[in-house]
């Protein structure tokens, strides 16, 4: 079965600094997406940023950036500049081609960012 | 507007009645699912469907039913809610997984928070 883990239950970043979220993850598969999704305070799920696997370029939206290592099984997220709106609870996830479009979700990391 | 709504967004209620969390989309979607989160567990998944009058469960479906009569709507069914069911429920909608890469973004609804008592 695919795990998501994230070991950071909580993190906090200055404004306009850059933080690194963890993520990693376990499957068998070779065709997959990874996702991370962001849930301010408003409880609304919003994506952030997605990655295939087959593409070896990390993804990159604005200030939002990935470290995908395949290998590993390793997906962090970059955010530079950080901004006082960054500040939400964050999810990593994963979906394969194998069981359609279920998602598996890590815990979550909750971000602050401090002014 | 594409969009997934779900109602109501809170509710609460005592243990052993019946309720039902509604959720539509309006994007044609043939997948759609139900989570819920809990604090330190993420979102699991309790059901889904992918398509009209086909639906399986996923990995928390004790003590839920859902229905797919009509494409656009997906209604989690609490035959008997007990208080191991508060939390934090989503609905999230997207097209069958594919070989076009946006088929793999699931839209979720504002959640509904239900408290059982």
């Known amino acids: 079965a695919q795990t998501v883990t994230q070991s950071q239950p909580e993190m906090s970043v200055q404004e306009a600094e850059t933080v690194t979220l963890s993520c990693t993850y376990d499957t068998s598969e070779n065709n997959y997406y990874l996702f991370w999704y962001k849930q301010p305070p408003s409880r609304q799920m919003i994506l952030v940023i997605r990655q295939e696997a087959y593409k070896q370029q990390n993804a990159t939206e604005n200030r939002f950036s990935v470290n995908f290592q395949k290998a590993a099984k390793s997906f962090s997220l970059k955010i530079s500049d950080s901004q006082l709106g960054d500040t939400a609870m964050y999810f990593c996830?994963?979906?394969?081609?194998?069981?359609?479009?279920?998602?598996?979700f890590g815990a979550g990391t909750i971000l602050r960012v401090k002014s | 507007e594409a969009q997934v709504t779900q109602n109501p967004r809170y509710l609460i209620t005592v243990t052993g009645k019946k309720l039902t969390v509604t959720c539509s989309q309006n994007?044609?979607?043939?997948?759609m699912s139900w989570y819920r989160q809990d604090p330190g567990l993420g979102l699991r998944q309790i059901y889904y469907?992918?398509?009209?009058?086909?639906?399986d469960k996923g990995d928390v479906p004790e003590g839920y039913k859902v229905s797919r009569k009509e494409k656009r709507n997906f209604p989690l069914i609490l035959e008997s809610p007990s208080p191991n069911q508060t939390s934090l429920y989503f609905c999230a909608s997207s097209p069958a997984l594919g070989n076009q890469e946006k088929n793999t973004e699931a839209f979720f609804g504002q959640g509904t928070r239900l408290t059982v008592v």
């Open positions: 996830a994963f979906m394969s081609m194998e069981y359609g479009n279920k998602l598996v």
């Open positions: 994007m044609n979607h043939e997948y």
């Open positions: 469907s992918m398509n009209v009058e086909v639906t």
